[in-house]
């Protein structure tokens, strides 16, 4: 009987899913949920909603969840400390290993098993024979006139992506920038990367590996303290949704975290996300790092018209999902990022909307003028406009500082980097393109339009 009850709700939604759908394209009319298979069973309505609908999409194309290399070594870098106590259980090794080789891997920064000098010889033979490090190979590193650096990054299978550091203008500290995807499945329409398809997720390795890269770039080996760092945040508002790939991006977070080895302060870490609200619960019990919120309306009808996932997770639960977060203080403040779109979202009526909606939320906002990119028929709003929303907001009460773009001259600003890398990759003859929307300045916020 509950199988026959199955089958009749699935052809329902099976049919539903066929009619024309209301907006054109993107969303079928109807959830898709009941195809959720029995494992889901126990998950909430989100979960199955998150991992059925096809612009949801996320794991199709996965990459395995442990690296190996073409002689079957494992990577190293990328596993959990539970993980690396499985693989030298396996080896016969004590778990107190880990301790020692996640300080060389995440404290030392080394990159070879030989360098891990504390430990016996013929263990790290037997090491090489199992275990390899990985880290991403550069194809290209720009260095702007602002001081903004871009790294083109290439992963064992030739995707690529692009990682940025971005100083900041007034101090000796800055973020590193990194994504969790190989393209997008979400189509913002202000957002040259959600042109591109999702080719992949990126594993814990490769998320964890932009941040080594970067490391390696400005030799900050061994871990310096706090205070002495120059690469002191990590913004994770690259290419993609990291909340479409959760586990390697929280798996990431905890090794970027982990105080034995890399040892940022979650203070120092900022998510943006689209808005994939079942998973902003999540990250909040799992992590708890910053959170930005990719917001850029005011009302679900602009929103929608955006930002497709509106029309999944609308403005009502989303902004619930940002007042549940743990901990959103006026110390820790949630940033709304608002691209500013010319006629689009840039009135005072929608600055004093967002003012009402966001009320109760510890929060700032960050006004990011709009970078125009070929085949897009937005435009950014007129400085003065700009200039005036922002004091509208201010006025009411919240901060919404105007963010400039940076490094413009390495492309590495928003909506430049996909043009200039897909170029490059073409003229190579590479298969797809992985990168940035783009960095603006302020380290310990979010600045691009990325999720
Ligand atoms: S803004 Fe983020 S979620 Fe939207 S298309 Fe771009 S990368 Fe994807």
């Not at 301790?99 to 060389?104: A, D, N, P, S, T």
């Not at 991403?136 to 550091?165: I, M």
């Not at 619960?281 to 930005?292: F, T």
């Not at 996932?309 to 403005?315: E, V």
Request: neutral net charge.
């Amino acid at each position: 009987m509950r199988l026959a009850a199955y089958m009749k709700t699935l052809m329902s939604h099976i049919l539903a899913a066929m009619a024309p759908r209301h907006d054109g394209a993107i969303f079928p009319n109807a959830p898709l949920w009941p195809l959720a298979p029995a494992c889901w069973h126990g998950r909430d309505e989100h979960d199955r909603a998150t991992m059925t609908d096809p612009i949801f999409k996320t794991s199709a194309e996965d990459a395995p969840r442990r690296s190996l290399d073409s002689e079957g070594r494992l990577d190293l870098i990328g596993l959990s400390r539970e993980e690396m106590a499985e693989a030298f259980a396996e080896l016969g090794e004590k778990s107190f290993r880990v301790k020692q080789v996640w300080l060389w891997l995440y404290n030392r920064g080394v990159t070879t098993i030989d360098e891990m000098t504390n430990l016996s010889k013929p263990l790290r033979d037997r090491m090489q024979e199992r275990f390899f490090i990985s880290r991403p190979q550069v194809s290209r590193e720009q260095t702007s006139v602002d001081s903004t650096r871009k790294w083109l990054l290439r992963f064992g299978d030739r995707n690529e992506a692009e990682t940025v550091y971005i100083p900041d203008p007034d101090e000796e500290r800055g973020a590193v920038c990194i994504s969790t995807q190989v393209g997008c499945t979400l189509t913002c329409r202000f957002c040259h990367t959600g042109t591109q398809k999702l080719v992949r997720n990126l594993t814990a390795a490769e998320i964890v590996g932009q941040f080594l890269i970067a490391r390696d770039s400005y030799g900050e080996w061994p871990t310096p303290n706090e205070t002495g760092r120059l690469l002191s945040n990590v913004v994770v508002m690259g290419m993609g949704e990291p909340l479409f790939n959760y586990d390697a991006t929280v798996n990431a977070l905890k090794i970027l975290t982990d105080p034995d080895g890399i040892s940022l302060s979650k203070r120092r870490v900022t998510l943006s996300t689209s808005g994939v609200v079942p998973r902003m619960y999540d990250l909040g019990r799992d992590v708890g790092v910053n959170l930005a919120i990719s917001l850029h309306a005011a009302t679900d009808d602009v929103r929608s018209e955006i930002m497709p996932i509106n029309k999944k997770w609308p403005l009502k639960e989303l902004m619930q999902a940002c007042r549940d977060y743990p901990g959103a203080t006026n110390a820790r403040r949630i940033t709304f990022e608002y691209i500013m779109l010319k006629g689009v979202n840039d009135s005072d009526a929608d600055a004093r909307q967002l003012a009402r909606m966001v009320k109760g939320i510890p929060c700032k906002f960050n006004l990011l003028p709009f970078n125009p990119w070929p085949g897009s028929t937005l435009e950014c709003s007129d400085w003065a406009r700009i200039e005036r929303f922002s004091d509208v907001l201010a006025g009411l009460g919240y901060s919404a500082p105007i963010r400039t773009p940076r490094g413009r001259d390495i492309l590495a600003a928003c909506g430049q980097l996909k043009s200039d890398s897909q170029r490059e990759r073409k003229a190579r003859g590479l298969a797809a393109d992985a990168s940035l929307v783009g960095v603006l300045p302020e380290t310990s916020a979010p600045a691009t339009p990325a999720a």
